[in-house]
């Protein structure tokens, strides 16, 4: 009661901040005289003088009036728009690097602008985060020509550019992009062998547009670069032959957790038809050691077949199985599922199936974007979030008031006993709104689910626009007019559409849709121009005699034809009538067999509902009712609200390891002379070879002499009297240490002295660098199937992620000890060729993986340097002008060309060359 009264004086906490906001804009709106007066190139000269303050000490802060000014006239100039008191306000809190909620229709696009100005006048460049390429590349032109008039330069990162392109747009002042494609780019950076390769500059500041969609519902599944593996192909199909022949006795499924397993009858079923398939042998179980490739497979094939629906989850175009975003509706085109699911799902639907991936880079979004200094969101929905942003982003959610105060009529839900009524009693409204010309939008969670609406009202003569991702480059056209008089639209989930709903039609994109066929009919410009000028008159003109329709009907009505499993989801939907003052409605529809109200419903409510029984078509509203719905949302955002904490804690053990590897791969790259470290790598390996063979407080005769001698020859190639200096009096431990570090410094130094100082440079440099990628690829894998399986360790009494952090402590330690011996070893057993190969280049055939959020389950090239030479040493090659040479004779030494000490000697004798023709 106390906090209701403070809140009725004093308002709330969410109305302070945005109160402290009046006085700058009261700056701004000062100083709009003045600015209306200067020239275009004074007001674009007004670029350089920020930066020429900035220089000498002042802040951001200082210049913000200004600035906003700035951009406010310049957006009158070139785009038409003048922004509004509360679109200054919501760009001051994306420059305070905070989340603005504002509605849908407000104007977020154009609040964008001015944050960005501002932040990009420390020309350390600015990142625009959009949910596709489609907003990516229309924003970069559209908000572009305020940047552009003023004097920045701007980008935009889209699917498909190559490097050069990506550098050039990542340079400018501000970079348009997906939150996918900076993420790969970051990725692809840390795989590059040149610095000048690198795309990214170093983050500075990011405004992630729709946030709640990129750092919450595509946050629950990393970003991997994969590169294909063995080919298991066949086993894959043989394995899909199996589900079909299992009945229900045989699995059980929990739709919860998306989760099938085999009951003990499902696993003799299995083995029965392996037997008889010949894949498994008399005697030998499912769980068989040397069966684990098997019974991997046929789990996938099951999960494939009872957890994965087509044309729910995935779509099937072009003889490739497609997956289609949970929240979004669109396809996912390039992203695979990750452990051979997605093979298994192209053996389901007999289309040819791809070879398995390994993972070769991999982050989170929430590992990505928390590298910004400065990162700032806004969206239409974040309040419900505002925990989650502040937990794992430090990001506060801020509330911007409307404009003009919402009109939406929001009715309450309407509950049927079935599908059937349900669908029924949707239809009817849909007429009867048809009747009196107004629009409507309904929402419906996934494609089958909206095609199936579609056959209903196609039998019943109602036409209509279907939009999901069969349809998805038609998706602006389809939007843009759903405002228009009577129009029907079936969306799935409408989340970063990022095109508006306009009453009456979109006028911008109707005179688009006509200039084609202008353009064709009228080669001359001036009559073209004449007749685009004529033909936008019309259209303005009938769109404002079409809104005038909408607005008499009631405005757009937005139906959705269940609840989401996230509350943000609905009001997005909701959000998309009634802006700007607009009128309009909105209401969801229903029924107990609903899979959100089937599976995380309560029991009890969904009990007593049905002990009372419902007529057919009879809509029931009960408080009960609604608060078992808000129960089921509140259970599933928090279940996937843990999944995302529980990804990011395994994350951030493989992080802290990823932020090391790519600053000490950078520093390579940037260093052109590694003999110091190579020179310290070879000593640790030579202090661990003596501090394993000859431990401190033992006697002489308890020193591993022999291994020591052997492992000697083994890394270096060197045969050593080891075994005589063991035997020299009152020799220690530090002796032998500081004789081998002679002998291998000159073996390196003759090494160098061979093939002269600049190529053996350039050789160090090399193998480091390779062998570097590949270790770190090995970790990766090893990472994965530690995390797979870790989730075991808890039937022991043990917390998985404190034995993962423990595994993974250690296989990062053995990845580096294991490095500096495969350095050292390479370099010091290597033979040159003097040819001009390939320079080391990143893995070919990599794909793009991004898995499914909804599923959340917690992939490679052969190495470009293979380290492995038949005869000990490897066989590195240079860029040299290739000499003709003379044939091969096995009596004349002189055409032999360089022979590995170790190798076997050419002339036949069966000798190493060591102690034939290459005695010394």
């Not at 032109?141 to 190559?162: A, K, N, R, S």
């Not at 519902?217 to 043989?238: F, K, N, Q, V, W």
């Not at 999960?303 to 044309?311: G, Q, S, T």
Request: charged share 30%; hydrophobic share 40%.
């Amino acid at each position: 009661m106390l906090a209701a009264l403070a809140r009725t004086l004093f308002g709330t906490a969410n109305d302070r901040i945005v109160k402290g906001f009046d006085k700058p804009v009261a700056k701004i709106n000062a100083l709009e005289p003045a600015f209306i007066q200067l020239s275009d190139e004074q007001l674009r000269a007004k670029t350089s003088e920020f930066r020429e303050r900035l220089a000498k000490g002042e802040t951001l802060d200082d210049l913000l009036p200004e600035a906003f000014a700035t951009v406010r006239e310049a957006a009158k100039r070139t785009l038409g728009q003048r922004h509004f008191d509360v679109q200054l306000k919501g760009g001051m809190v994306l420059h305070q690097g905070k989340i603005a909620e504002m509605k849908t229709g407000e104007g977020k696009t154009l609040v964008a602008t001015l944050p960005v100005y501002l932040n990009a006048l420390e020309s350390k460049g600015v990142h625009v985060v959009t949910v596709n390429d489609y907003l990516a590349r229309r924003d970069s032109e559209w908000m572009g020509q305020v940047y552009t008039f003023l004097g920045l330069t701007v980008g935009v990162i889209v699917h498909d550019m190559d490097d050069e392109a990506r550098k050039a747009a990542y340079a400018c002042d501000v970079t348009y992009g997906t939150n996918n494609e900076i993420g790969f780019d970051y990725l692809r950076d840390n795989m590059k062998y040149r610095l000048d390769a690198m795309a990214q500059r170093p983050f500075h500041y990011a405004i992630v547009d729709e946030v709640d969609s990129i750092l919450i519902d595509e946050a629950r599944t990393p970003l991997i670069i994969s590169g294909p593996a063995e080919d298991s192909s066949e086993l894959y199909r043989r394995a899909d032959t199996v589900i079909p022949k299992l009945k229900a006795e045989h699995y059980e499924k929990d739709e919860k957790n998306r989760t099938v397993v085999l009951t003990d009858a499902g696993v003799e079923a299995v083995e029965e038809i392996l037997r008889v398939d010949g894949l498994l042998a008399e005697g030998i179980t499912l769980y068989a050691p040397n069966m684990v490739s098997v019974l991997h497979h046929v789990t996938q094939a099951l999960r494939a077949h009872k957890l994965f629906a087509r044309d729910v989850d995935y779509i099937v175009k072009d003889g490739q199985v497609v997956i289609i975003d949970e929240f979004t509706g669109r396809m996912m085109a390039g992203r695979r599922y990750s452990e051979g699911l997605h093979q298994a799902l192209e053996a389901k639907e007999n289309v040819e199936i791809q070879r398995e991936n390994q993972t070769l880079a991999s982050i989170t979004f929430q590992n990505l974007f928390r590298m910004y200094p400065k990162l700032a969101g806004m969206t239409g929905t974040a309040l419900t979030e505002a925990t989650e942003f502040g937990e794992i982003y430090r990001l506060e959610v801020v509330e911007i008031p409307t404009n003009v105060p919402v009109v939406r009529k929001d009715a309450d839900d309407e509950i049927y006993r079935t599908l059937a009524d349900k669908t029924r009693a949707i239809v009817k409204l849909i007429e009867e709104c048809r009747a009196r010309n107004q629009p409507m939008l309904v929402g419906t969670v996934s494609i089958e689910k909206s095609e199936a609406l579609a056959a209903e009202l196609k039998k019943q003569g109602i036409p209509h626009n279907v939009l999901n991702a069969r349809f998805h480059d038609q998706e602006a056209v389809i939007v843009a007019q759903a405002g228009r008089p009577g129009s029907v639209t079936i969306a799935t989930n409408m989340a970063g559409r990022g095109t508006d709903i306009q009453l009456g039609g979109n006028v911008d994109m109707l005179l688009r849709q006509s200039e084609p066929e202008i353009v064709t009919k009228y080669p001359d410009e001036t009559a073209r121009k004449a007749e685009i000028e004529r033909i936008a008159a019309e259209i303005r003109s009938g769109v404002e005699r079409d809104r005038e329709i909408v607005l008499k009907a009631g405005g757009l009505y937005v139906v959705g034809t269940e609840r989401h499993e996230s509350r943000r989801i609905d009001n997005q939907l909701r959000g998309r009538s009634g802006r700007q003052g607009d009128p309009g409605a909105s209401k969801f529809f229903l029924s107990l067999e609903d899979d959100l109200m089937r599976i995380f419903g309560n029991n009890k409510v969904l009990d007593w509902v049905q002990k009372k029984g419902m007529a057919d078509d009879e809509a029931l509203t009960h408080r009960w009712l609604n608060k078992a719905l808000e129960t089921a949302q509140g259970k599933v955002e928090a279940r996937n609200f843990e999944i995302r904490k529980n990804l990011l804690r395994f994350d951030d053990v493989m992080n802290s390891q990823r932020r090391e590897i790519y600053k000490e791969r950078i520093e390579l790259m940037g260093t052109e002379d590694v003999s110091e470290t190579v020179a310290g790598m070879r000593r640790d390996v030579v202090d661990s070879l003596v501090s394993r063979t000859i431990p401190e407080d033992v006697y002489a005769e308890q020193w591993k002499v022999a291994e020591l001698k052997d492992e000697v020859q083994r890394l270096f190639g060197l045969d050593l009297p080891v075994d005589q200096w063991a035997k020299e009096e009152g020799i220690a431990d530090e002796e032998i240490r500081s004789r081998l570090n002679e002998a291998t410094e000159r073996l390196f130094a003759q090494k160098a002295a061979q093939y002269g100082p600049e190529v053996w440079r350039q050789v160090e440099k090399s193998v480091l660098m390779q062998l570097f990628d590949q270790s770190w690829k090995d970790h990766l894998l090893h990472l994965d199937h530690l995390r797979q399986g870790i989730g075991l360790r808890a039937y022991g009494q043990k917390d998985p992620l404190n034995e993962y952090k423990r595994e993974a402590f250690n296989l990062f330690n053995d990845l580096l000890t294991g490095l500096r011996e495969q350095v050292v070893a390479l370099l010091a057993t290597l033979q040159l060729r003097m040819e001009p190969p390939p320079m080391p280049e990143m893995p070919r055939n990599m794909h793009e993986v991004h898995e499914d959020p909804a599923l959340a389950t917690a992939m490679s090239d052969d190495p470009a340097f293979d380290p492995a030479d038949p005869d000990g040493g490897g066989v590195a090659t240079l860029h040299r002008p290739r000499a003709a040479k003379p044939a091969f004779d096995v009596n004349d030494p002189s055409t032999w060309g360089k022979v590995a000490r170790n190798a076997a000697c050419p002339c036949g004798s069966g000798k190493k060359f060591k102690h034939c023709h290459g005695r010394v």
